[in-house]
């Protein structure tokens, strides 16, 4: 069959294959930044020319054919429009870190009482303690000499009032939660004072470097705001219940590791609620309070304060960890929220369409990527199953020469591209298992929200016991599982000529190779729907081997420290060992009161220990170890893994090993 295909078809794909080894070859940042988004322009700009003028009429079509056909025109159009934007984005990149060198040399020399004030807020509604200590405890342990903890309850605990004043930490509380979060914080700065605020959720503990490494930018008068990524330390809803913790990144990575610093390039970097230093002068001119018009405030104040000269700077560095989602039902909350209160703004006068913006920073704060992902993926999932079962066309005059000549250059064209200006972030099987996903849950609440954009409650996003849950997401495994029936039931009704429902010949090849990436993707999204527990109760981090010493007895024995939790360790002794599982012991770590332990396991690796009774005065010295200090956990991903190949040895050869 590929010898029927007019040699010439082949050429703009091989063309756009080869402009991308060629950068990617030449591995110059700045030439891939010059050269690939212009490149996607022209060819969108190729692909829609052809899609105008031969895909939206054809003969023997009817009135549903022609709804259809626009229908999809037009999702296929805010998707260019969503991934032109992006790679205009792309096309710039501000690296912060050497600037923060800088700073935190000058700032080490200054005076310490010359350095303002900072208040440090963590809000908190209903995380257990177990969340919370982590957070407070480090942000207690802040390397920052003049520092006020507080802790904002909207949840009124007592409990928690007492836990705080035990250890020196401020609370605030209220009584109403009016304005949800947003609220909780303006009633906090009314009480407060300090000229800088560090906003944190309750979930994410700060690195001790965290101000030193941010308050330094605020010498830029036009600084309103200074933001460092969200980073994790337990594995999300998609690493989790794939069991990839060590080979997919979390999906956020792809945001603040390569958007976020592109945003800031432009200027239009924004406040992501936590991690977050703000400068209250600058609250002061737009009234000293957070707005409360969007259930995403953070976003909406950056806004407030482009419009009165204050940029948000970006540094690309973990300085704090935290939760990610974890569960489906917590992943869906979060989104959910992000999603409304991002096309909330854009009715606001403070948002993207109200006065008062340059034509770029419009451009960037439109919330396009939540329309255009949940209907694109939706529509792509779709289209070739109503088409085989139906006959109803998505696209007009298709066969395989259009699409290897049209379609799948675009598509390479910008996902090839997309993976070369991230350096590597960017993984296309991946993105569409997570958007198919996303898709079932969110497609609804993105649509009411357009048409119904206020009114919706604020809920917060579960953590700790209150989030795990197991079991299986129904109605995304079974969404996820009748599409691929009914797709698989397309393809073998059409296969057969007696039962053909498709009358255009020249389609069936395009939709088959459609449909069996679709059915790769939603057989993924079926496996991700079903959550597997976690495999210790307690994240590890790796420790790089410091010394430490395990005691049995009267024997105390050197150890190399592999890795930590709160809860246990694994140590490597030096010498020989003949500790076996059960036997008790003390264990001697750096910074760490001794702890009692019991051995749980004998392995090549080292001595895996459980810690016993472990006091409050340890467990705090323990998370300022693991938190306040730069540690990475086990199972962060390694770096240059095959994420495609990885999900589809999971999908089809099951469960790895586990990390």
């Given at each position: 069959?590929?010898?029927?295909?007019?040699?010439?078809?082949?050429?703009?794909?091989?063309?756009?294959?080869?402009?991308?080894?060629?950068?990617?070859?030449?591995?110059?940042?700045?030439?891939?930044?010059?050269?690939?988004?212009?490149?996607?322009?022209?060819?969108?700009?190729?692909?829609?020319?052809?899609?105008?003028?031969?895909?939206?009429?054809?003969?023997?079509?009817?009135?549903?054919?022609?709804?259809?056909?626009?229908?999809?025109?037009?999702?296929?159009?805010?998707?260019?429009?969503?991934?032109?934007?992006?790679?205009?984005?792309?096309?710039?990149?501000?690296?912060?870190?050497?600037?923060?060198?800088?700073?935190?040399?000058?700032?080490?020399?200054?005076?310490?009482?010359?350095?303002?004030?900072?208040?440090?807020?963590?809000?908190?509604?209903?995380?257990?303690?177990?969340?919370?200590?982590?957070?407070?405890?480090?942000?207690?342990?802040?390397?920052?000499?003049?520092?006020?903890?507080?802790?904002?309850?909207?949840?009124?605990?007592?409990?928690?009032?007492?836990?705080?004043?035990?250890?020196?930490?401020?609370?605030?509380?209220?009584?109403?939660?009016?304005?949800?979060?947003?609220?909780?914080?303006?009633?906090?700065?009314?009480?407060?004072?300090?000229?800088?605020?560090?906003?944190?959720?309750?979930?994410?503990?700060?690195?001790?470097?965290?101000?030193?490494?941010?308050?330094?930018?605020?010498?830029?008068?036009?600084?309103?705001?200074?933001?460092?990524?969200?980073?994790?330390?337990?594995?999300?809803?998609?690493?989790?219940?794939?069991?990839?913790?060590?080979?997919?990144?979390?999906?956020?990575?792809?945001?603040?590791?390569?958007?976020?610093?592109?945003?800031?390039?432009?200027?239009?970097?924004?406040?992501?609620?936590?991690?977050?230093?703000?400068?209250?002068?600058?609250?002061?001119?737009?009234?000293?309070?957070?707005?409360?018009?969007?259930?995403?405030?953070?976003?909406?104040?950056?806004?407030?304060?482009?419009?009165?000269?204050?940029v948000t700077r970006y540094l690309n560095e973990t300085l704090a960890l935290g939760l990610a989602p974890e569960s489906t039902n917590a992943f869906f909350v979060q989104r959910a929220r992000w999603a409304r209160g991002a096309i909330q703004i854009l009715h606001l006068r403070h948002g993207p369409l109200g006065p008062g913006l340059g034509l770029l920073h419009r451009l960037f704060f439109?919330?396009?990527?939540?329309?255009?992902?949940?209907?694109?993926?939706?529509?792509?999932?779709?289209?070739?199953?109503?088409?085989?079962?139906?006959?109803?066309?998505?696209?007009?005059?298709?066969?395989?020469?259009?699409?290897?000549?049209?379609?799948?250059?675009?598509?390479?064209?910008?996902?090839?591209?997309?993976?070369?200006?991230?350096?590597?972030?960017?993984?296309?099987?991946?993105?569409?298992?997570?958007?198919?996903?996303?898709?079932?849950?969110?497609?609804?609440?993105?649509?009411?929200?357009?048409?119904?954009?206020?009114?919706?409650?604020?809920?917060?996003?579960?953590?700790?016991?209150?989030?795990?849950?197991?079991?299986?997401?129904?109605?995304?495994?079974?969404?996820?599982?009748?599409?691929?029936?009914?797709?698989?039931?397309?393809?073998?009704?059409?296969?057969?000529?007696?039962?053909?429902?498709?009358?255009?010949?020249?389609?069936?090849?395009?939709?088959?190779?459609?449909?069996?990436?679709?059915?790769?993707?939603?057989?993924?999204?079926?496996?991700?729907?079903?959550?597997?527990?976690?495999?210790?109760?307690?994240?590890?981090?790796?420790?790089?081997?410091?010394?430490?010493?395990?005691?049995?007895?009267?024997?105390?024995?050197?150890?190399?420290?592999?890795?930590?939790?709160?809860?246990?360790?694994?140590?490597?002794?030096?010498?020989?060992?003949?500790?076996?599982?059960?036997?008790?012991?003390?264990?001697?770590?750096?910074?760490?009161?001794?702890?009692?332990?019991?051995?749980?396991?004998?392995?090549?690796?080292?001595?895996?220990?459980?810690?016993?009774?472990?006091?409050?005065?340890?467990?705090?010295?323990?998370?300022?170890?693991?938190?306040?200090?730069?540690?990475?956990?086990?199972?962060?991903?390694?770096?240059?893994?095959?994420?495609?190949?990885?999900?589809?040895?999971?999908?089809?050869?099951?469960?790895?090993?586990?990390?």
């Amino acid at each position: 069959m590929i010898l029927d295909i007019p040699h010439e078809a082949f050429w703009p794909l091989l063309a756009v294959c080869g402009l991308l080894l060629l950068v990617r070859g030449i591995g110059s940042d700045r030439l891939a930044r010059a050269a690939l988004p212009p490149a996607v322009a022209l060819i969108v700009a190729h692909y829609l020319v052809w899609r105008f003028a031969a895909t939206l009429e054809g003969p023997g079509l009817g009135p549903a054919d022609h709804a259809f056909i626009h229908a999809f025109l037009g999702v296929e159009l805010l998707a260019l429009a969503d991934g032109m934007i992006l790679m205009l984005m792309l096309s710039r990149r501000r690296d912060n870190s050497a600037e923060a060198d800088r700073h935190e040399r000058r700032l080490a020399a200054a005076d310490p009482a010359s350095l303002p004030a900072v208040d440090v807020f963590i809000a908190t509604y209903n995380e257990p303690l177990e969340v919370l200590e982590r957070t407070i405890i480090a942000a207690l342990a802040l390397d920052w000499p003049n520092l006020r903890v507080w802790v904002l309850d909207d949840g009124r605990r007592d409990w928690l009032r007492r836990w705080c004043a035990d250890r020196g930490a401020g609370y605030l509380t209220r009584p109403d939660n009016k304005g949800a979060k947003a609220g909780n914080i303006n009633a906090a700065l009314g009480r407060t004072s300090a000229p800088f605020v560090l906003v944190l959720d309750a979930d994410f503990a700060p690195r001790a470097n965290f101000l030193r490494r941010t308050m330094g930018f605020f010498a830029d008068p036009r600084v309103g705001i200074v933001q460092a990524p969200h980073r994790f330390f337990n594995p999300d809803p998609m690493q989790q219940n794939l069991r990839l913790h060590r080979v997919l990144p979390d999906d956020q990575r792809l945001f603040f590791d390569v958007i976020m610093p592109a945003r800031d390039a432009w200027d239009a970097a924004f406040c992501c609620g936590s991690n977050g230093v703000i400068r209250r002068s600058a609250l002061a001119e737009v009234g000293g309070r957070l707005p409360e018009g969007s259930i995403t405030e953070d976003m909406l104040l950056t806004l407030v304060l482009l419009r009165k000269g204050y940029v948000t700077r970006y540094l690309n560095e973990t300085l704090a960890l935290g939760l990610a989602p974890e569960s489906t039902n917590a992943f869906f909350v979060q989104r959910a929220r992000w999603a409304r209160g991002a096309i909330q703004i854009l009715h606001l006068r403070h948002g993207p369409l109200g006065p008062g913006l340059g034509l770029l920073h419009r451009l960037f704060f439109l919330p396009t990527h939540w329309l255009s992902g949940s209907l694109v993926q939706s529509f792509s999932l779709i289209a070739p199953v109503l088409f085989m079962l139906t006959g109803i066309v998505p696209i007009a005059n298709v066969g395989v020469p259009e699409v290897l000549t049209y379609q799948l250059p675009v598509v390479v064209g910008y996902m090839g591209s997309l993976q070369v200006l991230s350096r590597g972030a960017y993984h296309p099987l991946a993105a569409l298992v997570l958007s198919a996903f996303s898709a079932v849950r969110l497609l609804p609440a993105v649509l009411v929200t357009l048409v119904r954009p206020h009114g919706h409650a604020f809920r917060v996003t579960p953590k700790g016991r209150d989030a795990i849950a197991g079991g299986v997401d129904r109605l995304v495994a079974g969404a996820a599982l009748t599409l691929t029936a009914a797709t698989a039931l397309g393809l073998v009704l059409n296969a057969v000529p007696a039962w053909r429902i498709v009358e255009r010949a020249a389609l069936i090849p395009v939709v088959a190779g459609w449909s069996v990436v679709n059915a790769v993707v939603l057989l993924l999204v079926a496996a991700m729907a079903i959550a597997r527990p976690p495999a210790r109760a307690e994240e590890r981090f790796a420790m790089g081997g410091e010394p430490a010493a395990l005691v049995a007895g009267e024997a105390r024995l050197p150890a190399a420290l592999v890795d930590l939790s709160l809860s246990g360790a694994l140590l490597r002794p030096e010498g020989d060992c003949a500790a076996r599982p059960g036997d008790r012991v003390a264990v001697e770590i750096a910074g760490v009161p001794p702890l009692a332990a019991s051995v749980a396991g004998v392995r090549p690796t080292g001595i895996g220990l459980r810690f016993e009774a472990v006091s409050d005065e340890a467990r705090a010295a323990l998370i300022r170890r693991l938190f306040s200090e730069a540690h990475e956990p086990v199972t962060a991903p390694a770096p240059r893994e095959n994420v495609a190949v990885a999900l589809l040895v999971r999908l089809f050869l099951g469960d790895p090993k586990p990390a």
